[in-house]
């Protein structure tokens, strides 16, 4: 996760960098009238020191004296190499190596040993150059992180309970509600069906709700990996607007209007296929009775162009602006689906991944759009056709 306090430290990277490129005077040691930069740094609320090519410390800060239980004055005029543990002099080695070559940072995260006890960092290290623009030296940044893994860590508890407590048990509520349904334990009245009916809608609800928070802690974290395949995306929209799972019962017609017969796409069938559900059955539950939704699809010479068109009541623009953005509820939030915030912007995190654009727009006469546009695809043109499903 990202820390307030270590956007600040980068910010302020870069006048401290062209500091030292300018004046050049670390290496020699402060003077008098440098009191001020001398001020900041020391009081920086992160670890910070700075050091020649051979490891030898010119000068270190407040907090890094604080991380190592070594003073100041003993840290100046130290090494590196000394304080730190060999597994880590051996990374150590390994990044001044590469900064030397690329003469750019490095910014990475690992556990160290200060006072006998290891800690989480986050470490930024930034070469120092000569007025020729050789590497001289470095400045590393240390950002404690311990509070950021626990929570982490906390974060992981909370995922694997909702997998094991209550999607295995929920998932198992709605295999026995369909049995039911399909009559496998005797005919059941109407009145009956139409209970259990309720029911299964109520756990599939459940369902989906538990997926869409599995699945946005998953993309935060960087834990979905795209499985991208060759497919027919017009067959898999053709598949969706036949699909009696998600077929209206406010009288809708759905209308799928397209620019070609077939159209081979690259992209993860599985993760398109959920954003263009969760679109359609949007525009199908909160669209107007008796009015029809239009599923339109364009391909472009370098893109491809899928949006749905409903008749709904107008979303302000204020509201089209953050509508895709994490946990956003207004009084138009019923167009997340699950009802937490999370399906519109888990649409979003889908098609940025596939490095596309995702889009929402409403007008006064009740028109209502969403859709998305994906790069490059490999089609095979016909003239434009529409099916009434």
């Known amino acids: 996760m990202f820390n307030t306090s270590w956007f600040i430290v980068f910010s302020i990277i870069a006048g401290v960098a062209i500091y030292l490129y300018c004046q050049n ?11 001020y930069m001398e001020t900041l740094i020391k009081n920086l609320p992160v670890g910070l020191y700075f050091r020649n090519l051979k490891g030898n410390i010119l000068l270190a800060n407040n907090e890094f004296s604080k991380m190592t239980g070594i003073s100041k004055e003993k840290l100046a005029g130290g090494n590196i190499f000394d304080i730190f ?34 800690h989480s960092y986050r470490i930024l290290k930034t070469p120092m150059f000569d007025e020729s623009k050789n590497v001289i030296g470095f400045a590393v940044f240390l950002l404690n992180i311990d509070k950021e893994c626990e929570t982490e860590s906390s974060r992981e508890s909370f995922v ?52 869409t928070i599995l699945d946005t802690y998953n993309y935060d974290s960087g834990q979905i990996e795209l499985k991208f395949e060759e497919f027919d995306i017009i067959s898999l929209i053709c598949e969706l607007c036949s699909n009696s799972n998600i077929m209206s019962e406010n009288g809708q017609k759905i209308e799928f209007k397209k620019t070609c017969d077939k ?21 199908l539950t909160y669209g107007y009775p008796q009015t ?27 509201e089209l602006k953050t509508i895709f953005d994490k946990f956003k509820k207004t009084k138009f939030s019923h167009f997340n689906k699950t009802g937490t915030g999370l399906g519109l912007y888990l649409a979003r995190q889908v098609i940025k991944k596939h490095k596309g654009e995702i889009y929402a727009r409403s007008f006064e006469n009740g028109t209502c759009i969403f859709g998305f ?11 434009q056709s529409s099916n009434i499903i």
């Open 25 to 35: 005077r670390y290496l020699k040691g402060f003077k008098k009238q440098d009191i």
């Open 85 to 118: 543990s060999k597994e880590y002099i051996e990374t150590i080695v390994r990044e001044d190596s590469l900064i030397s070559k690329t003469k750019e940072s490095i910014s990475t995260q690992r556990e160290i040993r200060f006072l006998n006890k290891k």
């Open 160 to 211: 694997a309970t909702l997998t094991h407590d209550l999607k295995t048990p929920t998932n198992a509520q709605l295999s026995t509600l369909n049995m039911l349904l399909n009559g496998l334990f005797g005919k059941l009245n109407e009145e009956q069906r139409h209970m259990i009916t309720l029911t299964k809608d109520s756990c599939q609800y459940m369902a989906d709700l538990i997926a």
């Open 263 to 283: 159209c081979i796409v690259y992209a993860d069938r599985l993760q398109i296929k959920r954003v263009i559900v969760n679109l359609l059955s949007n525009a």
């Open 292 to 318: 029809p939704v239009k599923v339109v699809f364009e391909n472009h010479e370098d893109s491809i162009n899928l949006f749905i068109e409903n008749k709904s009541k107008q979303i302000p623009e204020s």
């Open 373 to 383: 546009k994906l790069p490059v695809s490999k089609c095979i043109k016909s003239e």
